[in-house]
């Protein structure tokens, strides 16, 4: 069925001169307003390109920064940012998805402690950014004894993107038909069976897009980093090291460093594109993985 | 059986018979509760770290002091927040007068003037503009748009500066919730619209817009959300000095700005004090997302 | 044919004998309800059923929409327990088992008590799998006993021919029907005793819907078959013995049951008079 309204068959015709020409002033400012903010956005993107295209090369991925981060490249901030997100991803993916099953599964809608849950999830996931490094500092820095460390940095994110891991994935254990639960308990199947073999595997696409949510959370998080992975920009040993961010990178060269100019913008232009390639990875393989269950 | 109610496999009333099946339920319990206590874990942690400073210091001085030089401690130093609190206000308002019609805008051209295609590339824009790290645009902000105000009025680095760049950061926000609430406005009511001979506007404006009012506002809030929190944006253009600002073109410093910058350095009773207003920001912001759901389910039920 | 056999009208009070032997063949009951009632919160699906159903024969559910048919069946392997809120008051005991004892192992009842549903539901795995996956749950893990099973049981619903050569494909790529004979072999592999069927043919085309109506009446003499039907000339094809449900005061009861001939040719209740002669003129 055809949900999307025939808007476009609400003008013409013969209405009173007057709301025609309401209607075209109506519909002039929404142009204008639309081509303005997509305006914008271009030059932003283009900028981004122009003034970050050129530094690009193999060699400033994988070299490490000189003359604080004027000259060379990002290839030990590539890898801190890697370890932190692994982290990050590593800790709330259990959590998240332990915590979505029973959301979706075991309570029911009514239930107080799935409302409980549901609704501090929602204010965690409001929570500004850079209370989550206060907390973070708080906690894992110094109660904890993590000091400035891609460990510390990585648990921080692991709090900041466990909402949207989890709303994703509740929703995509809602949407597995109630056929598989019925088939399956009625071939006499265990919950653990019910839930790994068949409820699952179906809510993939859901678990997809929370992981690829997620992973661009925290990907492009600074603030939640400054004071508690750090700043240090060598190449980290372990992750009890400092670790510095490709965001924090940007940040830093364009506040710090005079002259930082230039490779702030390589690495803003890394970081956007590698938000775009998993965006892209994601719808693709989430299609991919739809098309399976239904058709083939 | 109905198959259109909700079945679980955990309501069957027969006891956990295998221990699988128990160890099951209770590790995901646990996964819940660490979820959910999460937020209360993160709030007590703060306030915990504020405290000292909300009783040597006390929340009167935080009002009234002369100003922000918190190097001094409880005894030598001032404290006075109120410099920070509008400029978080006076960013965070600017933004969502701009950023709020905007997205209504750009969500009623998505969904009414915009070709089907056009339409599809349009969302697609606004979602990959949502996802763009809040550095990107700080860092934009800061060589482009601040040299630009400061040829008209310098610094540059400003309250205007700030407002601009939280609205390009909130806008895809707006523009998301506003698209999604017209998109769930019935058929019917826009049809009813057509067949009473309302144009495309007045259907719109009588209509649609009114029918997914509640959607647009849930929207707006979590968007001022968003920006009361932001960081990185608005300590990059916005200058950070710590005064009222008399005018659009004067520097101001955020509450989120003022952490970021004094954390690294800030002992004691300073540290207390960062935390203080990292309370502040939590406060505002979780009564801003109860308001919102509190929106969002006035009009599920009614 | 057996003319003299009469069926019988079920009072609220009405308890039948031990044995079915108003029946041509007699035999030995296998499903006993008593005083059965499924309530889903507070609103009654069905009140007060009696209904025993004899041995390695089918038996017909009939009757409108939303009499409790469906929730009579479900209520049998006790599937009705995933339902929140929904409670069962009364007696169950198919064979031995006391289905509704809280201590009754479910699991063990479900093996023993198969389903085929409406809408075919086969799991989005390969059609190998969808037969492999119950057996392992239930201790079965040799794979040449698996292979065996999984090549008996397709045979048994004729799919063996069709799709032996692509057991790994996906069960989902199936034709609706084919689907169907599936979740039967599905179920078959579990050598239940008894196999409950929900409308197993409505979604099918009238072909499909025709193979999967042969193959359950070929269950006849070897499971006990009860099958919930809107299709009356159905009914009176493959079953034994009918039972007809209707709704009365806002609740499923059971009218009358008996044998497939007298049902439908000396209705005893004009209700059930009415609805078998609407249903055929």
């Not at chain 1, 949900?3 to 020409?21: C, F, K, M, V």
């Not at chain 2, 018979?17 to 590790?27: K, P, T």
């Not at chain 2, 040299?147 to 523009?175: D, H, K």
């Not at chain 2, 000095?241 to 989120?256: E, G, H, W």
């Amino acid at each position: 069925m055809d949900r999307s309204i025939p808007w476009a068959a609400l003008s013409g015709g013969r209405s009173s001169t007057s709301s025609r020409s309401a209607d075209r002033l109506a519909a002039t400012c929404v142009w204008i307003a639309a081509a303005a903010v997509s305006a914008v956005f271009f030059w932003l993107l283009s900028d981004l390109v122009r003034h970050g295209a050129g530094q690009l090369s193999w060699s400033f991925l994988v070299d490490a920064p000189s003359n604080a981060g004027r000259a060379g490249g990002i290839g030990p901030i590539v890898l801190s940012t890697a370890w932190i997100l692994a982290i990050a991803l590593g800790v709330s993916l259990p959590v998240g998805l332990g915590t979505a099953v029973l959301l979706a599964e075991v309570t029911s809608p009514e239930a107080i402690f799935g409302r409980l849950v549901r609704r501090s999830l929602d204010v965690l996931a409001g929570v500004p950014s850079i209370v989550f490094g206060l907390f973070g500092n708080a906690f894992f820095c110094v109660t904890l004894g993590l000091g400035f460390s891609i460990l510390a940095g990585g648990l921080t994110l692991a709090c900041m993107v466990l909402p949207i891991l989890i709303r994703s994935t509740e929703e995509g254990l809602r949407a597995v038909p109630a056929e598989y639960r019925l088939g399956g308990a009625a071939l006499g199947l265990g919950r653990f069976t019910i839930l790994t073999r068949l409820l699952l595997p179906a809510a993939t696409p859901g678990l997809v897009a929370g992981v690829v949510l997620g992973f661009g959370r925290a990907i492009a998080e600074t603030a939640a980093l400054i004071f508690t992975s750090g700043y240090v920009d060598r190449r980290p040993e372990s992750v009890f090291d400092s670790g510095r961010a490709l965001s924090i990178h940007i940040y830093d060269l364009a506040i710090n460093i005079p002259g930082g100019e230039r490779n702030a913008y390589a690495t803003a232009l890394v970081l956007v594109m590698i938000l775009l390639l998993t965006n892209s990875v994601a719808s693709w393989l989430g299609q991919r993985l739809r098309g399976q269950h239904l058709h083939s | 059986m109905p198959a259109h109610r909700p079945f679980t496999i955990w309501s069957e009333s027969y006891r956990l018979s295998r221990r699988v099946d128990w160890l099951l339920l209770w590790s995901l319990r646990l996964s819940a509760i660490v979820s959910g206590a999460l937020v209360l874990f993160i709030t007590i942690f703060v306030v915990a770290e504020a405290w000292p400073a909300l009783r040597n210091i006390g929340v009167w001085r935080f009002l009234n002091d002369a100003s922000w030089y918190p190097s001094g401690g409880a005894d030598g130093g001032t404290f006075n927040l109120v410099p920070m609190f509008v400029g978080t206000l006076l960013t965070t308002a600017g933004a969502i007068l701009l950023a709020a019609p905007l997205g209504v805008l750009a969500a009623i051209f998505r969904q009414a003037y915009a070709p089907p295609g056009v339409g599809r590339v349009y969302r697609w824009l606004i979602e990959l503009l949502a996802g763009i790290p809040s550095v990107v645009y700080g860092f934009w902000g800061l060589v482009v748009l601040v040299p630009m105000i400061a040829r008209f009025e310098p610094p540059g680095a400003s309250l205007l500066a700030g407002i601009l760049i939280l609205t390009l950061m909130i806008l895809p926000t707006t523009a998301l919730a506003s698209d999604a609430a017209l998109e769930s406005v019935p058929r019917r009511y826009v049809e009813g619209a057509a067949a009473l001979g309302l144009g495309r506007w007045a259907a719109l404006h009588c209509v649609a817009l009114p029918a997914a009012g509640s959607g647009i506002a849930t929207g707006v809030l979590l968007a001022t959300g968003r920006a009361l929190g932001e960081t990185m944006a608005v300590l990059m253009v916005c200058g950070n000095v710590v005064a009222v600002p008399a005018s659009l073109f004067d520097p101001v410093r955020t509450l989120t700005a003022n952490i970021a910058l004094e954390m690294a350095y800030a002992l004691e009773d300073h540290r207390s004090a960062l935390f203080v207003s990292g309370l502040l920001l939590l406060l505002m912001v979780s009564a801003l997302v109860l308001a919102a759901e509190a929106v969002d389910r006035r009009q599920t039920v009614g | 044919m057996t003319t003299t056999v009469s069926s019988r009208i079920v009072s609220s009070r009405g308890v039948p004998s031990a044995a079915v032997s108003d029946g041509a063949l007699a035999r030995p009951v296998e499903i006993r309800t008593r005083s059965l009632s499924l309530i889903y919160g507070r609103k009654p699906a069905f009140l007060d059923v009696s209904l025993d159903v004899p041995r390695h024969g089918i038996t017909a559910l009939i009757g409108p929409s939303g009499c409790g048919k469906s929730s009579f069946l479900a209520s049998l392997n006790r599937l009705s327990d995933l339902l929140p809120g929904c409670r069962v008051e009364g007696e169950i005991h198919i064979g031995e088992i006391d289905v509704l004892d809280p201590a009754t192992d479910v699991v063990a009842l479900r093996r023993r008590v198969g389903m085929i549903f409406q809408k075919p539901n086969p799991f989005p795995l390969s059609i190998r799998r969808n037969i492999e996956l119950p057996l392992k749950e239930h201790g079965i893990r040799q794979r040449a006993e698996i292979d065996a099973i999984v090549e008996r049981t397709l045979t048994e619903v004729g799919l063996w021919p069709e799709v032996s050569d692509r057991l790994g494909s996906p069960a989902l790529a199936l034709s609706g029907g084919q689907q169907q004979r599936l979740c039967l072999a599905r179920a078959l592999a579990l050598t239940p005793e008894v196999i409950l069927l929900d409308e197993p043919c409505s979604a099918l085309d009238p072909i499909s819907s025709g193979v999967v109506e042969d193959l359950i009446a070929s269950l006849r003499g070897r499971y006990t078959v009860v099958i919930v039907t809107h299709n009356l000339a159905q009914a009176r094809r493959i079953a034994d013995r009918v039972a007809f449900f209707w709704l009365r005061d806002g609740a499923g009861r059971l009218i009358e049951e008996g044998p497939v001939d007298a049902v439908f040719d000396h209705p005893r209740d004009e209700l059930t008079a009415a609805y078998v002669r609407g249903a055929r003129g």
